[in-house]
């Protein structure tokens, strides 16, 4: 929609193909920025939440013809550290419990 409207209104200043390279250049920043944001996360939940949102995003633009894959690439590159980070959060928590131990038993 948003492609038409700028080719339409654009008066031949702006041609589907530069329309097309400024849709690389955006989900190439978008990956980049991912890949950073990603990478110096500490919390799973950060992650989880990170990626929920950017799924949605890519449902969406997917809904509409856009090429998403390196996207969810990206994605799917980080599943692992989401389970480390979940794996330490979890290793933290069950750290942080003490149960009472009963050294009579009967």
Not at 58 to 81: A, C, E, M, Q, T
């Amino acid at each position: 929609m948003v492609e038409d409207r700028i080719l339409r209104r654009g008066g031949g200043v702006i041609t589907k193909l530069k329309v097309e390279n400024l849709w690389v250049t955006a989900v190439s920043k978008m990956c980049s920025i991912l890949e950073d944001q990603f990478s110096g996360m500490q919390t799973a939940n950060h992650l989880l939440l990170i990626k929920d949102y950017v799924s949605l995003l890519g449902v969406n633009l997917r809904r509409y013809g856009y090429p998403i894959d390196s996207l969810l690439d990206v994605l799917s590159k980080h599943r692992d550290k989401y389970h480390d980070l979940l794996f330490s959060d979890c290793r933290k928590l069950i750290g942080d419990v003490h149960l009472p131990i009963s050294l009579n038993r009967c």
